[in-house]
């Protein structure tokens, strides 16, 4: 049998496993019909309603997909041919949700702002004035340049002009503040991968009340079977077969997030902030600096640095792979100049930066970077 060897795994998800979710992987199998399975849901959906922060009657479940499941899911289940949407796009998680609305068929309208640079909520603002939008989308934050979007203003000024709003919640709910009620958001989606560090495979959704209602009041069909909310809906509060969902994937969600939920949501965001201030403060001992210039705009779960001159990116990489240490670069423009270091879940951890530094140690052949991570972090935590 192939084994595996552990990897430090500072990737902008996947991420370590979480151990309760590793060791619930090996549980026993059950049918999806089985009434033990249908506890482990209905507790999953439970502790999905206050990750979210959702209204009493809000829906939430597991989608058996990744993160992008979730995010065509809510454009499947809120747009019809025609209706328009607003698309707020600064990397290319912003771009998928245009590309998935148009393949819809939906008429869209897309808010830009350059690679690195949040989205103005002036621009939103210009083209809310401009026309009425059935649904407005915003990713929170957004993993290809390690940008937080003002996600919680473009969704209260998307309510005052009376538009549904979704917010890609993968990096960030379970790691930061996320509320869906008090922001005014009616879609929600994660992967199982990114902050709750689960195995990939489950997107876990949150549909408001008001977002029901607009899928019960659309004219055509949803055109994805998978993902209609009413079949949704059958199986995960009626217990009537839809389709054959992955257990092994339940348990393990249901662990992660248990886990993430004791711990607490304030400690975790916390965690995050210390950690990646730390790996901020001692990259830049040796000439790294933060790709997102204004620090109010920067995603504290992705963390994105420029790499000094000279630093080679993929010879670089390609050697701390070799001490088992997995980092990201760029994408598209950015390829080639920035490293992106995940701060999610389980990788938001001194213990893991300890590795990732004693290996960039080796590699760059220079010493203080775990003398500096640990400085700051004693500064932080203090
Ligand atoms: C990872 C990610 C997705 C897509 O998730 P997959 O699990 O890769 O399908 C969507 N949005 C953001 C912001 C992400 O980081």
Same mark, same amino acid.
């Given at each position: 049998?192939?084994?595996y060897?552990?990897?430090?795994?500072?990737?902008?998800g996947?991420?370590?496993?979480e151990p309760?979710?590793?060791k619930?992987?090996?549980f026993?199998?059950r049918?999806?019909?089985?009434?033990?399975?249908?506890?482990v849901?209905a507790?999953?959906q439970? @502790?999905l309603?206050?990750?979210y922060?959702?209204?009493?009657?809000?829906?939430?479940?597991?989608?058996? !997909?990744t993160g992008?499941?979730g995010?065509?899911?809510g454009?499947?289940?809120?747009?019809?041919?025609?209706?328009? +949407?607003?698309?707020?796009?600064?990397?290319?998680?912003?771009?998928?949700?245009?590309?998935m609305?148009?393949?819809?068929?939906?008429n869209?309208?897309?808010?830009?702002?350059p690679?690195?640079?949040?989205?103005?909520l002036?621009?939103?603002?210009? &083209?809310?004035?401009a026309d009425a939008f059935?649904?407005?989308a =915003?990713v929170?934050?957004?993993t290809s340049?390690?940008?937080?979007?003002?996600?919680?203003?473009?969704?209260?000024?998307?309510?005052?002009?009376?538009?549904?709003v979704?917010?890609?919640?993968?990096?960030?709910?379970?790691?930061?503040?996320?509320?869906?009620?008090?922001?005014?958001?009616?879609? &929600?989606?994660?992967?199982?991968?990114?902050c709750?560090?689960?195995?990939?495979g489950v997107?876990?959704?949150?549909?408001?009340?008001s977002?029901?209602?607009?899928?019960e009041?659309?004219?055509?069909?949803?055109p994805?079977?998978?993902?209609d909310?009413?079949?949704?809906?059958a199986?995960?509060?009626?217990?009537?077969?839809?389709?054959?969902?992955?257990v092994?994937?339940h348990?393990a969600?249901?662990?992660?997030?248990t886990?993430a939920l004791?711990?607490?949501?304030?400690?975790?965001?916390?965690?995050?902030q210390? =950690?990646?201030?730390?790996?901020l403060?001692?990259?830049?001992?040796?000439?790294?600096?933060?790709?997102v210039?204004?620090?109010?705009h /920067?995603?504290?779960?992705?963390?994105?640095v420029r790499?000094?001159?000279?630093?080679?990116?993929v010879? +670089? /990489?390609s050697s701390l /792979?070799?001490? @088992?240490?997995?980092?990201?670069?760029?994408l598209?423009?950015?390829a !080639?100049?920035?490293?992106r270091?995940?701060?999610?879940?389980?990788s938001?951890r001194?213990?893991?930066?300890h590795?990732?530094f004693?290996?960039?140690?080796?590699?760059l052949?220079?010493k203080?970077l775990i003398?500096?991570?640990?400085?700051?972090?004693?500064?932080?935590?203090?």
């Amino acid at each position: 049998m192939t084994q595996y060897l552990e990897q430090v795994l500072l990737t902008p998800g996947p991420t370590p496993i979480e151990p309760h979710a590793q060791k619930a992987l090996g549980f026993a199998m059950r049918g999806h019909m089985d009434p033990e399975v249908f506890a482990v849901n209905a507790r999953v959906q439970a @502790n999905l309603r206050t990750l979210y922060g959702t209204d009493a009657n809000a829906f939430t479940c597991l989608l058996a !997909g990744t993160g992008s499941l979730g995010m065509e899911a809510g454009f499947a289940n809120l747009l019809e041919p025609q209706d328009k +949407v607003l698309i707020c796009a600064n990397g290319s998680f912003g771009y998928r949700m245009a590309e998935m609305s148009e393949r819809l068929g939906a008429n869209v309208t897309v808010v830009k702002a350059p690679i690195g640079q949040a989205i103005q909520l002036e621009d939103v603002k210009t &083209a809310l004035e401009a026309d009425a939008f059935k649904l407005v989308a =915003v990713v929170h934050g957004e993993t290809s340049t390690g940008v937080l979007n003002p996600a919680i203003e473009v969704a209260q000024l998307a309510k005052s002009y009376g538009s549904l709003v979704t917010v890609d919640a993968v990096t960030t709910a379970g790691m930061m503040p996320y509320h869906m009620t008090e922001w005014g958001i009616d879609y &929600a989606y994660t992967g199982s991968q990114k902050c709750l560090s689960a195995p990939p495979g489950v997107a876990p959704v949150a549909f408001s009340s008001s977002a029901i209602k607009a899928v019960e009041n659309r004219t055509s069909k949803v055109p994805l079977w998978y993902a209609d909310l009413e079949g949704l809906q059958a199986y995960w509060d009626r217990r009537e077969y839809h389709h054959t969902v992955p257990v092994q994937l339940h348990y393990a969600l249901d662990a992660a997030l248990t886990a993430a939920l004791e711990e607490g949501l304030p400690t975790r965001a916390k965690r995050v902030q210390e =950690v990646g201030g730390a790996a901020l403060a001692a990259l830049e001992t040796i000439g790294f600096t933060a790709f997102v210039e204004r620090p109010e705009h /920067r995603l504290p779960t992705v963390l994105a640095v420029r790499l000094p001159e000279y630093i080679q990116d993929v010879p +670089v /990489r390609s050697s701390l /792979r070799e001490h @088992n240490v997995i980092i990201t670069g760029g994408l598209g423009e950015t390829a !080639g100049k920035i490293w992106r270091l995940g701060l999610m879940g389980e990788s938001a951890r001194p213990a893991i930066y300890h590795k990732f530094f004693a290996a960039l140690e080796k590699v760059l052949n220079v010493k203080g970077l775990i003398t500096a991570f640990d400085q700051q972090l004693g500064v932080s935590t203090r």
